[in-house]
């Protein structure tokens, strides 16, 4: 006697996705506390002053920019699902734990950015999301377990898990950098991600070119 797979809608999945990215990406900005700074007197002391604030919008740009890279991946992955279960659907709310976090560890390395600690912390919980949001995809199109019928190319299979590893890899670099060597402007390698994602493009462009991986492929 076979067991009786249930279904779920990967709606709902995608419509609690939009809604945690999009609050955690609004909630970020508020980490940027012009409140912080220091008494002005004149036009060229004020410039001085606003750059109190660069470190608080250089980590909320990189926040913000992986965040969409992530929640544009994710749309990726649904728009070649056919449907998700329930394993699929705790991978994906357990990513968006770690999303809802975000204007927390933000607003922590902002404040703290010579510290290792903040940047770990930091660090950390873009490792997190970039690792849980790969292991959703490998689950998903793996074998072509949730796959629509028309699969997706072995370069697009492929090149997702590389982009999506991409950055924890940086991640791993920035927060060993941190500890080893400074703190202080560690985060700009996480610059490396666009070049690292630019690298894979070439490498898998013609490695998998016309090779489909379809569902139970």
């Keep these: 006697m076979t067991e009786k797979v249930r279904i779920l809608s990967k709606n709902r999945v995608e419509a609690l996705t939009d809604g945690i990215y999009a609050i955690a990406l609004t909630l970020a900005v ?8 220091p008494p002005v007197g004149s036009g060229d002391s004020f410039a001085a002053a606003l750059s109190v604030t ?3 919008l250089l980590h909320y740009a990189i926040a ?21 279960d329930g394993v699929y ?3 994906n709310v357990v990513t968006l734990f770690f999303v809802a976090l975000i204007p927390f560890t933000t607003d922590l390395v ?6 290792p600690l903040a940047v770990t912390f930091y660090s950390g919980n873009l490792f997190m999301i970039g690792l849980l949001t790969t292991v ?17 190319s072995m370069e697009g299979y492929v090149s997702a898990i590389g982009r999506g590893l991409a950055v924890p890899f940086v991640c791993i670099i920035v927060i060993a950098w941190a500890n080893l060597v400074s703190a202080d402007g560690s985060t700009w390698l996480f610059l490396l991600i666009p070049l690292i994602h630019f690298i894979i493009r070439m490498m898998l462009k013609r490695k998998y070119s016309g090779k489909r991986l379809t569902e139970n492929n």
Excluded: C, N
């Design 30 to 37: 508020l980490t940027i506390d012009v409140g912080e700074l």
């Design 89 to 91: 659907v705790w991978l």
């Design 110 to 115: 902002g404040s703290y950015s010579d510290y």
């Design 64 to 84: 913000f920019f992986v965040l969409i890279s992530f929640w544009m991946a994710h749309h990726r992955q649904v728009s070649y699902i056919k449907h998700v």
């Design 136 to 152: 959703s995809w490998v689950y998903a199109a793996g074998g072509g377990r949730l796959l629509s019928e028309g699969g997706i």
């Design 54 to 56: 660069f470190p608080q």
